[in-house]
């Protein structure tokens, strides 16, 4: 008799701590379920934060005004709009830049046809190896025997998309000639301008005296009236409030 | 089994060191945790920065780079956070240790190709070193030493002042003695 109330009792505490051991697993699950949910709640809400700021803009209606500028710098504004400036400095071989066009540069072009503000492209050769330095001087030579502010505008979004990789020779006369016929460049002397790199030495030269004068650490380098905007410009909703509030 | 008494004074430096071990799984979850965030935080901003800087890896095609680029401020960050709380820390030390084994590997194989991975372009106008690539074996050195923090959290955790043990989380795989309070566990392998 005391020997069977003896087990029994053994056995009622096993089922009371397998019961109490199975609660606390089920606590344990819920609260684990419940941190999990919370993290991807608020995983959820910073990825959705993330995308929609940093959202590119699409470039409806019609562009400003493109004008080359004789000794190199090409202006987009609108008539009459002279501030505030944005100035681009880039190069087209530079991977950075070709992210800064895609993530930004439609944020450019409205702002401009919105009369916001007048963009200035500078096109340089940051490099000093190669292959990097000769497929940059192709490329902004090239884009230099466009004429048309419009078409060149155009050709200058086809290299980006057109970028070699930065271990490869890239940028070939043939090439950059194609590009341009595909975009509808017209002018006359644009095939033999492009295969005779008649521009080199101009693009140097002018490159040489843009990086020098301003400084430049390196491309992309955006300024608003003079000051760089550092990583805001591949923001494109933070770049769109610092030109607007610059026009105020 | 030794007698209690007579193993009371063997017991006490036994504990100590166990003691001692779960502080270092906080200080390295508070090193790998803090430097996660701080790495996510910088880079959450301007997400077409980070997914330039995951293309100039080469490793990964475009659309997949820009996913990565979006989605690694968002994990370190997340990461970050939940290790400094000691919140799911083994799981998010897998996580964190994994993101290391992929950033030696990236930096590595950027190395032995030569690329040099920039958030911009820059000339390198004839000073010297710069056409190596500087930096390149410090930063595995740094992510080599991460990698160590996740192993240890993964070996041992939750640690000190963990969010696991206030909420019950903690594991019950560890057979520590009774070391009473938070970092352990329902000693039910002991004996």
Redesign the interface.
Known sequence: MSKRAREASAKARAAAQREAVRK?EQ??RT??LT??GV?VV??GA??WW??RQ?ASEEVTGALAPVEIQPDGPVVMARPGVTAPVVDVYE?Y?????K??E???GSTLKNLAAEGKAKVVYHLLT????EPTMSNSLRAASAARCVTDGAQWLKYHDRLYQEQP???SVGFGVDDLVRWGRDVGVTGADFESCVRDQKNVAAHQQYSAQV?ATQKL?????VMLDGQSLG??A??PS?LREAVLDAAK | MVQLASGRPVLSPLRSVVTALSWVTTVARLVLGVSLFVAGAIKIGAPAVSVQAVKAYELLPDTLATVVGHGLPIVEIIVGILLVLGLLTRPSAVVGGVLMVAFIVGISSAWARGLRIDCGCFGGGGTVGADQDPGYIWELLRDAGFLLCAAWIVYKPPGRFAMDSALGLAGSREPGPADGDEDDEDGSDTD
């Open positions: 606390q606590r344990k609260t684990m941190t999990i993290i608020v995983a910073v990825t993330s995308v940093s190069d071989q530079c991977p950075a830049c992210q800064l895609l993530t930004s940051i490099f000093k190896q990789s930065e271990t990086i650490p390196g491309t992309p380098t990583t805001t591949f923001v933070a």
